[in-house]
């Protein structure tokens, strides 16, 4: 029986995919083998010792203390593509936000509400102040092409835009996705010079945070808009501001308000509703808790940011799952420890990522506890856990 524990309220959809013969689901539990969040944050809390896994219902997570995880052997699980439907269609709405003064037109009509007759003749007069731009034809340049991206890049050609996209860690599965009409181009500056528009859809990392700075908006094409649905920390919010007070960039669109940010007239904040539709809900639930089913019930990972992606058919009912810093003979120790205690390896596969790798190993017989002992007194090996 497996014992998780809910840290925010988690979709019915995802929840009842853990079936109760095989799984304890609540939010008290004190020692649980995985934890399923969404926004609560993790980086404060004490993690107890029991967690072999952690699954974010959603792409983002910097509301997990990643390298704190991996130092303990847990693997960190997030939910990309999950939410990209509904954030997509918020950074199209975003775009037209930007363009046509919308909510500016609509503020104003509600001023003129007691005009009574008066009512139509004073909207032909003054629509002409809330007039912007179309989006054809315009370069609309997208930053992260991971599933949202691609999804916004599709709909803007569709749109009758010109796009441009930029990432140096596009992944060969994506590029499959990714319309033949999107230009490449070769760095940052390039689409920032181009684009009329531009929407951000990068991860917070140490490299990114800040990347829209002063430095990096002096090349941007003056009037441009600048849509940010992904984090708030990917731009210098003063160096942002600056760029709006002269002019180089016309409006600034973000799920991620500061009083900073609404005090000022060029900048529309929209209170984080990126991924918040019933159905990005449920579709990042649905992934998060059917991988930890894999990861508890087979090894199997699949979305994981700390660990690398590793999955082998199962060939035995004894499994043996191991979680070491990545350095020579490993999997030698491995293997020695496991022949010596005469245990006969059917089908092993041994995955890296960064400092970390993992392994899967299926065996003829049962390992005995002794064994597990002798291989977490290896130097190196951060975690091993037996599957049967």
């Known amino acids: 029986m497996f014992k998780i524990r809910t840290m925010n309220k988690i979709s019915p959809l995802g929840l009842e995919r853990f079936s109760r013969d095989k799984y304890e689901v609540a939010s008290e539990i004190p020692n649980p083998d995985a934890i399923v969040v969404r926004s609560a944050d993790l980086n404060s809390m004490e993690i107890p010792q029991s967690v072999l896994a952690i699954a974010r219902a959603g792409a983002g997570y910097n509301n997990i203390p990643v390298q704190a995880c991996s130092h303990r052997g847990i693997a960190v699980f997030n939910t990309p ?15 037209l936000l930007s363009s046509r003064n919308i909510l500016g037109g609509i503020a104003w009509c509600k001023t003129i509400a007691s005009k009574a ?9 003054e629509k002409s102040r809330f007039e912007g731009p179309e989006l054809k034809d315009k370069v609309l340049g997208v930053i ?15 749109l009758g835009m010109k796009v441009i996209g930029y990432d140096p860690f596009l992944s060969v599965e994506t590029a499959w996705g990714l319309s033949r009409s999107v230009a490449r181009a070769e760095t940052l500056e390039q689409l920032l010079a181009k684009s009329d528009y531009i929407t951000l859809h990068l991860p917070l990392s140490a490299d990114t945070k800040g990347l829209f700075s002063t430095e990096k908006l002096k090349f941007l094409k003056k009037g441009a808009r600048i849509i940010n649905l ?31 940010l609404l005090a000022n007239p060029k900048v529309i904040c929209i209170p984080h509703l990126g991924a918040s539709t019933p159905e990005a809900e449920d579709n990042c639930a649905v992934m998060a808790v059917q991988q930890l089913i894999d990861y508890l019930e087979t090894g199997a990972i699949m979305n994981s940011v700390n660990l690398p992606r590793c999955r082998l058919d199962r060939r035995s009912p004894y499994r043996l799952i191991a979680v070491n810093r990545n350095i020579p003979n490993m999997v030698g120790q491995i293997t020695t420890i496991l022949a010596g205690a005469k245990i006969n390896i059917l089908d092993l596969i ?39």
């Open 350 to 388: 041994n995955h890296h990522r960064d400092d970390y790798a993992y392994n899967i190993i299926d065996t003829e017989q049962q390992i005995p506890e002794e064994t597990l002992g002798q291989l977490r007194k290896v130097e190196g090996i951060i975690r091993v856990r037996t599957i049967e």
């Open 81 to 95: 593509g999950g939410n990209a439907n509904a954030v997509k269609e918020l950074a199209i709405a975003a775009m």
């Open 117 to 125: 007759d008066e009512v139509p003749d004073i909207v032909e007069k």
């Open 230 to 260: 992904a984090r708030g920390g990917l731009v210098n919010e003063a160096d942002i501001i600056t760029g709006l007070n002269s002019d180089r960039i016309a409006c600034y669109v973000t799920d991620f308000p500061t009083a900073e």
């Open 144 to 158: 992260g092409l991971g599933a949202i991206g691609v999804l916004v890049a599709a709909d803007a050609v569709a």
